[in-house]
């Protein structure tokens, strides 16, 4: 299966992160012409971070500690002390000062800051589509560097700290404040894309996750629950949760108990017509088989039935349970509509390597017609 073009793939993270309305963004006018996943990321991190500066970026109380002609917050008497700051007529004094160097912008510039330093792609060190030929040649494209340093320059005056995982999960922010809250996902997937060059440590390199399978599965998932909430009005999207009871369910200990796996569909859509259980997949092809037998996989087929079958089985009478497979389209598109075990099977796929998002955006809404 080919890479998912840059702007689809910020299409699909929209939907994924719940911003589908940043994916008209105009600022991403260019986004088609972009050749590389960082590119992409850069693209839209320093004009999100322009767009906030126009707005005003959020400030908040920092402690300080400095010596200062008169006394401000709190007095470190100690210190004046042991300095003999007082014969200088000076204090040394703790207090707050409303700032813009708090953790949010701190992730906003320290990751302006490891988009720059990968400093600009090398003519001709990628091949057509923007596959780079290594990680060392992941720089950015001229006009995106540039960008990104001068929103890395804008922020000046809120410190570049090292990020970590855990620091996203330290940041308190309103709701409403929808577009931090993006670039704030878009800070994430840079640092998860970040690699350390073994033979230069002081460089930063970037991993392009199209050619994660694991990755781009998940993605793949996020985008359709993201979706269909937001562009259909015909079904509730896991009003009741994804988790499915099983039918009959019995064992002798607590032990045995424990080992027995929870069902867990992607999707679940409920309309007073239709129930669909939905499950994403994502492979160069979806069909499989011994010798290039163009069958469905059968893990993949007895999985839904499994699901269809057992939530039959445990939620209240209503109309009868379907199942959908939707898998990224590979060479060829598939439809295949078939009946087993009285339940309606589905296994279509949804071509992401289009040149117009909307193509994408109908034929997603047209897998539930």
Known sequence: MKQVPVFNVYYLLCYAWDHAQERDAKALSTAGELSSVQDLLGKVL???????????IDRGYVER????????????VGDTAKRALRARSRAACEFEELSPDILLNRILRSSLDSLRRLGVAEEGSRT????????????????VHAEVLSAYHRLAGVSVVPLRRRSFGLVQI????????????????????????????????????????????RLFEAFATGFFRKEQRSFEVNRGGRR???????????????????????????????????????????????????????????????????????????????????????????????????????????????????????EMLGVLE
């Not at 500690?65 to 470190?76: E, S």
């Not at 088989?289 to 993949?300: D, F, P, T, V, Y």
Request: with cysteine; net charge neutral; hydrophobic share 35%.
């Open 174 to 217: 309103d709701q409403n404040r929808r577009l931090y809250r993006f670039l704030l996902d878009v800070c994430r997937l840079i640092l998860e894309c970040q690699l350390v060059g073994e033979r230069q440590r002081d460089r930063v390199a970037f991993h392009d996750f199209r050619r994660d399978e694991a990755r781009m599965w």
């Open 128 to 143: 057509d589509g923007g596959v780079e030929t290594s990680l060392g040649d992941a720089g950015l494209a001229a006009d």
């Open 244 to 362: 499915i009871k099983w039918s009959e369910r019995w064992a002798a200990t607590e032990a045995d108990e424990a080992r027995i796996p929870v069902m867990e569909a992607d999707l679940i859509l409920e309309s007073r017509a239709r129930r669909i259980v939905l499950d994403t997949k994502y492979y160069a092809e979806a069909l499989g088989g011994r010798h290039g037998a163009g069958k469905l996989r059968s893990g993949n087929l007895y999985q839904l039935l499994s699901y269809v079958r057992n939530r039959e089985a445990t939620v209240p009478p209503g109309p009868q349970h379907e199942g959908i497979l939707l898998y990224p389209q590979g060479d060829e598109p598939l439809r295949i509509d078939v009946r087993l075990e009285g339940f309606r099977i589905q296994a279509r796929t949804v071509d992401l390597n289009q040149e117009d998002w909307r193509g994408i955006h109908d």
């Open 46 to 56: 320093a004009s999100g971070t322009n767009r906030l500066l126009r707005r005003g």
């Open 65 to 76: 500690r400095d010596d200062l002609a008169g006394i401000r917050g709190k007095l470190v």
